[in-house]
């Protein structure tokens, strides 16, 4: 069971930082970043991680200057002695809350927020919130592109990897940099366990499947707090929601926004559906049409990106003209279905950013023909049975890396060609072997890279490597 955080804040407490005692737990990019802010807000930090100083300063934190500023550094571990006498506790989102020394700051009441909700105490732009299994990080940068193009000034970040506390940075410095006019955030589970107060003006649920059940006692705890985000918001606020997730659908009543619905699988009253090769925005007293044709990118993943996308931009007074323009020009994310190069007529797709069975399944439904898979790495406790109808369907040949191999293959090995490859290059040799012209090979693993790698983009850029060089 994740220990979630206390409902209500001390604004107080959190608005005027001088002299208290803050404690950041992890040193990361999002926690060297809170330091920084809560230096420049006057507060006594002291950090706590469990790296050791060789590993922090390999990863580029600049130890010596933050001592040289008065930081207080635990390393090695966390100690309860380091949250004593605490006014507040800003968690990075990769720590867990039932860390022990966390626990008891919480127990004792000491206040104990995520970076997600500390920052929306300084943001003063309206917050759009995307959260979701599978999808987050495009359709940030798909909605921070609309908003660009159509002249704003955006912030855009979060989970994406610029921590949110540097848009609070932002309103904060020169009005010639450019003061944000919305503040667009990747918000993960890990954020919401410790939020209090965070209410998004928009907030999106892009979908909820198995993931993160390494964190989560059960799949009913990890969809509760993806819910979270809706918590605060009141009637003048947006909820976007995809109908189309059973999951989603189930737990409706609890949003006191504005819904604006979409789905691809049915048409709808009122919302975003598709008919034909056309995305439907249908409302009280209107209807507007955008063409599905015009997306650079593919699969029926991304038509429910992009009707997310509408959906905010629309919402937020954003022209129907601009969302247009963006749709024809978005290319996606790295390693996200990112076509790296034909081989011998065989296409190579990177799609290293699939860490769980929702986002690769979402990857298979979106192909026309069958394919060669490469998948696997490390377990993050999903049930890969949920794949056995569409790998059936879409995939000619299974080539399995990693430690998740024996799983994988117990679960698939009776539906499709299973090949077990001991390193990617050896991986991408037997799908070459297995592929014929026209053909597609998908790197999209369904697992996390931590057996191998240091992480997705590091899976994803070898992959890349490699199959420029065959």
Known sequence: MVAMAAREINRETTMDLRDKKAVVVGLGKTGT??????????????VTERKTEEEVLKSGVLLGELRSKGVTIELGGHTSESFEGADLVVVSPGVPLNTPEIEKAINEGIQVI?????????????IIAVVGTNGKSTVTEFLGEVLKGAGKEVFVGGNIGVPAIECAECEERSTSEGVPEFCVLEVSSFHLEAVCSFRPHVAMLLNITEDHLDRYADFKEYAETKFRVFDNQESGDFAIINAGDEVITEDLGKLRGSVIPFSVKNELDEGLFLRGSEIVFKQKDSQETYPTEILKIKGIQNIENAMAVIAAARSLGISKDSVLEVMKTFTGLPHRMEFVREVDGVSYFNDSKSTNIGSLKKALEGQVDSLVLIAGGRDKGGDYKDLRDVVSEKVSELILIGEAGDKI????????????????????????????????????PACSSFDIFKGFEERGEEFKRLVEAL
């Open 33 to 46: 970043s809170a330091v920084r802010f809560l230096l420049a807000k006057g507060a006594k930090v002291v």
């Open 114 to 126: 995520s970076d997600i909700e500390f920052a929306s105490c300084f943001i003063s732009a309206p």
């Open 409 to 444: 293959e117990a679960a698939l090995g009776d539906v499709v060609k299973v090949t077990r490859a001991e390193t990617l290059e050896e991986a991408i040799n037997f799908a070459k072997e297995a592929s014929t012209s026209g053909g597609t090979v998908l790197l999209s």
